[in-house]
Each structure stands twice: as C-alpha cells, then as structure tokens.
C-alpha cells in the first residue's frame, strides 16, 4: 500500500474533512504548497481560496474554500484550522457578488478615517477567492 497523508480540515463551527490523502494543495502565504506523503514539516498562514485533496482511495478530488487559518505539515499527517471553511456545494455565488460590490463601493466612496480598510479589504479578498473558485469548478 502505498503511503498516505492523514488530513483533518476544520473551521471553529465544525470539521469539514478527515481522511486519508495522496495529495493536498492551497493557496499559502509564500504561494501555492503541494503536500505529499513525506513533506518537510512547516507550519504557515493560508490565504482565502481553495483546498484541494485528493484522497487515497481514488475518489473524486475535494474542493474546500476557506477564508484563511493556518496549516501545521508533518511527514504524513497535514492539519488545517480554518478561519471559515465551506465544501463548494456550500458556496454562494449571488451572496459573494454582492460581498464583493459592497467592499468595492466602500472603498471607492469612504472618506479616511471612517471606514476599517484592513476588514474592506479582507472581505474584497474573500468573496473575490469564493468568485474565482465557482467560476474555475463551472469550466
């Protein structure tokens, strides 16, 4: 048999996946990591965007959105604490668009000092990561 990673998602509501893996990829702080059975271990912010595992048994590749967390790498077993995590079926593209509209628009018309950019930004980024995720799993 060959050699798998032990993978645990999880957000602070509920776990999203558990099982075995071959291979997990995301969006990291230092870019895109690739971890297979045997990685270096490191542990390292995610961005908002997608998860991608693909399980040992050959089943169908997941797909996970998350907002942001940290991932903990050991040889053989990959942990990541999401700050917000959906399955894609969870994902909402009209409700994103308009996540998206509204930090948009408040960044264009709010005046310095009244508006917390640092949080604008950060809910820009993730209904964008969300957006780019629909429309990359619909090609």
């Known amino acids: 048999m060959a050699a798998s990673l032990k ?3 999880v957000s602070a509501e509920k776990e999203i996946w558990s099982g075995d893996a071959s291979l997990v990829s995301c969006s990291a702080q230092m870019g ?16 908002p965007g997608e998860i991608r ?3 040992s048994d050959d089943s169908e590749e997941l797909d ?4 942001g967390g940290i991932m903990e790498v050991q040889p ?3 942990t990541i604490m999401a700050d917000t995590a959906l399955r894609v079926d969870e994902l909402d593209e009209a409700e994103a668009e308009k996540s998206k509209a509204e930090a948009e628009a408040a960044l264009a018309g709010g005046k310095p000092g009244e508006i917390d950019y640092k949080a604008i930004q950060t809910q820009l980024a993730e209904a ?4 780019q995720l629909i429309k990359k799993l619909r090609r």
């Open 32 to 47: 895109e990591v690739g971890i297979a059975p045997g990685h270096t271990p490191f542990i390292t912010r995610i961005k």
């Open 7 to 9: 993978v645990e998602i």
């Open 76 to 78: 053989y077993v990959v």
């Open 128 to 131: 964008s990561a969300q957006l």
């Open 64 to 67: 996970i959105y998350v907002s």
């Open 53 to 55: 595992v693909k399980p």
